[in-house]
């Protein structure tokens, strides 16, 4: 049986061993080094301790991405608590609802969030922590309006003399014992919170220290552009940074192309752990239009120049992206084929890996070096993978993973758990899948969003939508079925298209056309009907993928 060391254990020797390195720099903005972090820990332990938290209480967090909130985050690890990350995007009556379904004691708030809630709406906390500067926004008992008011003098008795790193002691974790509740949904009907036990955390973090840390020297700048309160942002950015002693940059704003294209140039990350819809974004506004002239395509198609002319191609790439990392990491859902394709042809470093918030999140990854084109890599330390599939290599079939990185279950939903998790430990991903002879994942999409053609053939709208997006003035788009049609719903690229002068007639015309031409290259039962314009960008997850459940019905 495997032997799980305690995670917090990997937070308390970080802390120690780099000491006076800078570990949490809000962009723009003010640095903590790890003492300063170790210090605002110990005052929010007291802070817990003298209002009555317990280890296994609930502490929720929900703001914005910052220094602050990684040290909320990390003392309520650290105190033996459960954290609840909450996404900032949510609505006030979606956080309202995870802090009472998670029965959190406390709620800690960044600026915008805290102007929305209504605190009257959440009745059991017992008090709402402003995270800029942990001030209260809320008390409801005597014994958190005191320690707080005194906690410079609490500390102070607690440690007359000097705090220093023989003073960091911290909760000494079990492996079956819950970390986290990361919620999927903030809809009362539809909330599953998923149970991360501390084995997961480490699970991934054990994985990211061997494949990602031999590659990164500590004290190398990393950026946050993720969300922490996703499990993406949370293990590989976040967590894998701190315990690897990395300088960790937050973004603290809207990640825009522009924004992000700035703090690549100025903190230059030695890895770059990103979504598609960033890479996609810089490789079409700051990429392709440097690069896709008549001159250049000409000398890529020529034997004798190309090798040296792709060279350059990628280094104007990788200048994009700061121009010192050591791969792009890509997770969170398919990158864009054309966009995979180009670097992949310019031999750029660039590997896409699989994961759900139920594994916390990897179940597979792999190396640039050893990626291979349209795969999402093989399964992860201590996990398994296998197709649900007769013909594994070439037979889509669901996706089932176990092993150290599954969650616990889903927090109050024990339907929802075993059908989720199956007798012998088989976690059901719902994700459509082929595995390679050497055990690479091919993800083919959700099983949820198939559709059936006209005779009965199973339809990938993701497949379709891949092709459609690479197409003149697409934006984005989503394949919708209506009675036996396929129809795609298009969110034009407006700023392209108003650059170029044209107006609602010339893109209806354009999309046409679009039409007809991807049409050519699909199965009959495949082809598309019709395109309709959608003027306002699609709703997004977090992890920016299309919220489909609201235009099924459009």
């Known amino acids: 049986m495997e032997i799980i060391p305690s995670f917090n254990a990997y937070l308390q020797k970080s802390i120690v061993d780099n000491w006076n390195s800078d570990a949490l ?29 317990k280890p296994h209480d609930k502490i929720a967090l929900c703001g914005r991405n910052s220094a602050h909130w990684a040290v909320a985050f990390l003392a309520t690890l650290t105190y033996g608590a459960v954290a609840v990350p909450i996404q900032h995007e949510f609505k006030a009556e979606q956080i309202h609802n995870i802090v009472n379904h998670s029965d959190a004691r406390l709620l800690f708030v ?21 995270i800029p500067d942990y001030s209260l926004v809320i008390s409801r008992t005597e014994e958190l309006t005191f320690a707080r008011e005194h906690l410079n003098e609490l500390f102070g008795h607690k440690f007359p003399m000097k705090f220093t790193s023989d003073d960091v002691d911290y909760y000494k974790d079990e492996s079956e014992t819950l970390a986290i509740i990361n919620y999927t949904s903030g809809t009362t009907g539809f909330s599953k919170g998923v149970m991360i036990p501390y084995r997961a955390l480490w699970g991934n973090l054990d994985y990211c220290l061997r494949v990602l840390g031999s590659q990164v020297k500590k004290g190398s700048n990393m950026l946050s552009i993720l969300p922490m309160a996703h499990m993406y942002g949370m293990a590989i950015e976040f967590i894998f940074s701190f315990c690897h002693g990395c300088h960790l940059f937050f973004l603290t704003r809207l990640p825009s192309p522009a924004v992000i294209a700035d703090a690549f140039a100025e903190i230059r990350p030695a890895i770059v752990i990103t979504v598609p819809m960033v890479v996609e974004k810089i490789i079409r506004k700051r990429v392709f239009p440097k690069i896709q002239s008549k001159a250049v395509n000409l000398l890529l198609n020529m034997p004798v120049v190309n090798k040296r002319v792709k060279q350059r191609v990628c280094e104007q790439v990788m200048k994009a992206f700061g121009g010192h990392m050591y791969e792009v ?42 990626y291979k084109y349209k795969s999402c890599g093989i399964a992860v330390d201590h996990m398994e993978v296998k197709i649900l599939s007769d013909n594994p290599a070439e037979i889509p079939g669901e996706i089932v993973t176990r092993g150290t990185n599954v969650m616990l279950g889903y927090y109050k939903n024990e339907e929802a758990t075993s059908n989720a998790i199956d007798e012998d430990g088989w976690y059901h991903t719902g994700d459509l899948g082929t595995m390679s002879d050497d055990g690479h994942v091919f993800i083919r999409g959700r099983i949820k969003n198939m559709l059936l053609g006209s005779n009965g053939q199973n339809v990938y709208p993701e497949e379709i939508e891949d092709k459609l997006n690479s197409m003149a003035m697409v934006g984005e788009s989503i394949i919708i079925q209506q009675e036996e049609r396929l129809i795609a719903l298009v969110h034009p690229d407006y700023d392209e298209a108003h650059s170029m002068g044209l107006n609602e007639e010339d893109i209806e015309n354009i999309m046409e056309q679009n039409r007809l031409q991807l049409n050519e290259g699909l199965s009959a039962f495949c082809k598309i009907s019709k395109i309709k314009i959608h003027k306002q960008e699609f709703e997004k997850t977090p992890k920016k993928s299309i919220k489909r459940y609201l235009y099924k019905d459009i």
Do not use: W
Request: charged content about 20%; glycine content about 8%; hydrophobic content about 40%.
């Open 25 to 53: 720099t809000d962009f723009k903005g003010a640095t903590l080094q790890f003492n300063d972090v170790a210090r605002k820990i110990e005052k929010l332990h007291i802070l817990f301790e003298h209002c009555g938290v």
């Open 110 to 130: 960044g600026d915008v969030v805290a102007t929305t809630i209504d605190a009257d709406a959440m009745p059991h906390l017992e008090g709402i922590v402003y």
């Open 329 to 370: 990491v890509v997770g969170g859902a398919p990158l864009n084929q054309e966009i995979e394709r180009f670097l992949h042809s310019i031999d750029f470093p660039l590997t896409i890996g699989y994961g759900t918030t139920e594994c916390a999140p990897l179940i597979t990854f792999t190396d640039y070096k050893d």
